[in-house]
């Protein structure tokens, strides 16, 4: 059974950063210890890096949201330090929006079976390459978000979010 598991923008800026909440910290080791289970299983793991550059506030997404975060380059746009340890030789995808087109175009060149998602922010960035994800994977492929390494500033947002995604038939485990 082939696997990948993609860890979505787990950044410095989003666990106790420009833009961090109260617990996004305590995701860190369940994500660690997924990777090192796909990792140990010769399962594949990729990263996506949230990724803007210094005029972000003048984008769209900076307009919505004026606070600089996950500036290429800076320490907010590093992978917490417990995450990048692990990042080994696995790939790595720079994204300048919530979500990957090269993660879907990587996807669609696999065969997955199946595809979990873990990191932040759950209902914007992990839900927006899960989307995704759905849409360049094989229809045979069964897409999962892991609950306990996953989490958002905004829990009720989080579950509605999980709502949507399991009414496009993805698992929420």
Avoid at 20 to 41: V, Y
Avoid at 55 to 73: A, F, K, S, V, W
């Amino acid at each position: 059974m082939k696997k990948l598991l993609i860890v979505v923008d787990y950044q410095n800026d989003f666990v106790d950063g420009a833009l961090g909440f109260k617990g996004a910290d305590k995701i860190a080791p369940r994500i660690a210890e997924l990777i090192k289970k796909f990792k140990d299983n010769n399962d594949e793991v990729v990263f996506t890096y949230d990724t803007h550059d210094s005029d972000y506030l003048e984008t769209t997404e900076g307009r919505y949201l004026p606070l600089p975060h996950c500036i290429e380059g800076t320490k907010g746009w590093e992978l917490y330090p417990s995450i990048n340890e692990l990042v080994g030789d696995s790939k790595t995808f720079i994204k300048h929006a919530f979500g990957s087109k090269e993660l879907g175009q990587y996807i669609e060149k696999k065969n997955y079976d199946e595809i979990y998602l873990c990191g932040l922010v759950s209902d914007i960035c992990v839900f927006s390459n899960a989307v995704i994800a759905k849409s360049f994977a094989s229809p045979y492929c069964r897409i999962k978000i892991v609950r306990d390494a996953t989490s958002s500033y905004d829990l009720s947002m989080q579950e509605k979010a999980f709502d949507v995604l399991k009414h496009l038939h993805m698992e929420i485990i």
